[in-house]
């Protein structure tokens, strides 16, 4: 007889520390060393030793390596190290890997890093860097665009945003109100890298990158570390913070999927969100409408319109008039990145966002949603992606 | 330039599965994968038919008629290449054989652009001097 038992993740894990360096566009160190930092400041915040941490979980395109981590810190030995692909998309995918490899008996307290120097380092179109040629594609994935001059995320984001934006009736107005609330929240936190209130008409006004989408439709440019550890539910009950217990966690591709440029499946507007959400929702046995505040990734504002869509939060063509007049904003319908987004406070491939999510469930956020319960995180959902559901006790 | 240098084309190529797109192109033809299996259309290439599996394809001669889906002006910053281009069309086009593409925008301003209208290939230079697909309004 075939002995199986189920087994999930869902409430086995909580965040139990968070490490953050101050964002900067030029923080002056290596990629490194930062992140070292980062995680000693994430066991501080937890109140752990080195020697506690058995797992790594790390983004693939990540460069410091979890064995240079964990030869720094300390850590006598990793019993689980794994990683996620998509850059971007691969944060909340991280961390829920994390979770997996507690509920599946093969760490028991798991460290999450991210350290970036896009701020200072390689933007092959600004001439900062040269992994990039004019014209030459080295890859498949990027084979068909490099030859027409459409290399640039916000130009393969522009190309979904205008038919989206077209066959739902919304407007950049709607875009611009999202930029707002990301600024909006941005405000009042001294890491944020863009701290000046902006409106709607600021947003119209701001000059074109990839028409119909504007500079203050993109992200930042961001130098930045941060971590997160992750332990079982029964340590977690005895460390330093509040648990914040991962909920559920989840991953999508959909169909014949293409890094960005994913224009050629059907439906043609349905990205990777749409998928991860079904999951996400089917694990955590609850629905959007029990969610009190959500960081959706925004590395350019479009991509919150679509998982308002994609996450249940709005019918398909009801996303733009629930953004408007400060939808998004803490009194709003759905307060939404809340320390300012990747496109206020800082771009460092999500980190951030999880982290601020976490904030939201131990009640220690700048803009505090009152009574958060239930606090969603997704990951960048023009590449596979993934999203954590976060609750407290 | 070294005589050794690579062309443009030879880098351009993305691998083996993009090699005949790109030689088609240079002599004036569309052309896709097309299943030698089950017959289905398929772009961008790959080396298997998610419909049947075969490994087995031609390179067919697409009509170069479709249909806009979308469209894209990139202001700057831009790579070195087209900085003296800029703002550069690209559009996003579903043809008659079912399978999607993009190009260049060329005969005509943006401002004429529709959803859905009507577009026919053709065939200009990509900065590095070779020929490759680009669309225009039918």
């Not at chain 1, 990145?337 to 206020?344: I, K, Q």
Request: aromatic share 6%; charged share 20%; with cysteine.
């Amino acid at each position: 007889m075939l002995h199986t038992r189920p087994v999930s993740l869902k409430d086995q894990a909580a965040i139990v520390g968070l490490g953050q360096l101050p964002f900067a566009k030029d923080i002056g160190r290596p990629e490194e060393v930062t992140a070292l930092e980062a995680c000693r400041l994430a066991l501080a915040d937890a109140g752990l030793r080195p020697s506690d941490i058995d797992g790594t979980s790390k983004w693939s395109i990540q460069m410091t390596a979890e064995n240079a981590i964990a030869r720094s810190l300390g850590i006598p030995n990793l019993r689980y190290f794994g990683e996620v692909g998509y850059g971007g998309g691969g944060g909340c995918g991280v961390v829920g890997h994390a979770a997996a490899a507690i509920a599946a008996g093969m760490a028991r307290c798991v460290l999450v890093y991210r350290s970036r120097n896009r701020g200072s380092g390689g933007r092959p179109w600004a001439g900062t860097s040269r992994e990039r040629d004019n014209i030459a594609a080295e890859t498949n994935e990027t084979a068909l665009f490099a030859p027409h001059g459409f290399v640039r995320p916000v130009d393969q984001v522009a190309m979904f945003a205008r038919r989206f934006l077209h066959e739902r009736g919304y407007t950049t107005r709607h875009l611009g109100w999202i930029a707002v609330a990301c600024r909006r929240h941005a405000t009042n936190n001294p890491v944020a890298m863009m701290r000046e209130p902006i409106t709607v008409e600021d947003h119209a006004r701001a000059r074109l990158i990839s028409d119909p989408l504007r500079l203050l439709d993109c992200c930042l440019e961001t130098d930045g570390a941060a971590a997160v550890i992750v332990a079982a539910a029964d340590m977690a009950r005895d460390l330093r913070q509040k648990p914040v217990y991962i909920m559920a966690a989840a991953q999508g591709m959909g169909p014949r999927n293409w890094i960005m440029n994913n224009y050629f499946k059907d439906p043609l507007l349905e990205s990777p969100g749409a998928y991860a959400a079904r999951d996400l929702w089917r694990m955590a046995g609850v629905g959007p409408r029990d969610v009190q505040v959500a960081q959706l990734y925004d590395a350019f504002t479009p991509l919150v319109l679509a998982s308002l869509e994609e996450y249940g939060f709005c019918r398909p063509g009801e996303a733009g008039a629930f953004v408007e007049d400060h939808g998004l904003e803490v009194s709003g319908r759905l307060p939404t990145n809340t320390s300012g987004g990747s496109l206020s406070e800082a771009y460092v491939h999500g980190i951030n966002l999880i982290i601020e999510a976490a904030r939201q469930i131990r009640g220690t956020s700048l803009n505090q949603v009152p009574g958060a319960r239930l606090s969603l995180v997704t990951s960048g959902n023009m590449v596979p992606t993934g999203a954590l559901l976060l609750r407290g006790d | 330039m070294a005589d050794a240098a690579p062309t443009g084309f030879e880098r351009r190529t993305g691998g083996p599965d993009w090699i005949p797109y790109w030689a088609a192109a240079r002599a004036r033809e569309l052309r896709f994968q097309r299943c030698r299996g089950c017959g289905r259309w398929r772009h961008p290439p790959g080396p298997m038919c998610p419909a049947c599996g075969s490994l087995e394809h031609e390179w067919a001669r697409a009509s170069g008629r479709a249909r806009l889906l979308s469209w894209v002006i990139v202001h700057p910053p831009v790579l070195p290449a087209w900085k003296d281009r800029v703002p550069v069309p690209v559009v996003l086009v579903e043809c008659e054989e079912g399978v999607r593409t993009i190009g260049n925008l060329v005969g005509a301003s943006p401002e004429v652009l529709r959803m859905d209208m009507p577009m026919v290939v053709d065939f200009t230079p990509s900065p590095d001097g070779d020929l490759v697909p680009q669309w225009r309004p039918a």
